[in-house]
């Protein structure tokens, strides 16, 4: 059982940065894949970032690519969404979201993973 919390989240500007963080409970952190998804109002929840138990390996959104960057520390048990150059269309709950590694094939689809976070509200105005 793996829980998640995501923290970070906040009201910027357009062109402003925030980071979001997301620790993990449980001694077998590294064993999981993480995800970063985010659901705005009215909207499906979409795929934004993922990355392997090692960090060796990430993935993006089209729409993010560029400017946001996943990074985890294992020995902290967080994973973290760097954001930069923010755009009002980044608005949404942004949640955390973890895998085994052994399950993972299919990274940038939110019914791959199977542990959530409660989410954390980014709100970029313009």
């Known amino acids: 059982q793996v829980q998640l919390v995501e923290s970070g989240g906040g009201l910027v500007q357009a062109g402003d940065s925030l980071r979001l963080s997301c620790a993990a409970s449980g001694r077998t952190f590294s064993s999981y894949c993480m995800g970063w998804f985010r659901q705005a109002p009215g909207k499906e929840r979409e795929f934004v970032a993922a990355i392997r138990w090692n960090g060796g390996t990430t993935y993006y959104a089209d729409s993010v690519k560029g400017r946001f960057t996943m990074f985890r520390d294992n020995a902290k048990n967080t994973v973290y969404l760097q954001m930069n150059s923010l755009k009002p269309e980044d608005t949404a709950v942004y949640y955390c979201?973890?895998?085994?590694?052994?399950?993972?094939?299919?990274?940038?689809?939110?019914?791959?993973?199977?542990?959530w976070g409660q989410g954390t509200q980014v709100t970029v105005s313009s």
């Open positions: 979201a973890a895998v085994l590694s052994s399950k993972m094939v299919h990274p940038r689809r939110p019914d791959e993973y199977d542990y």
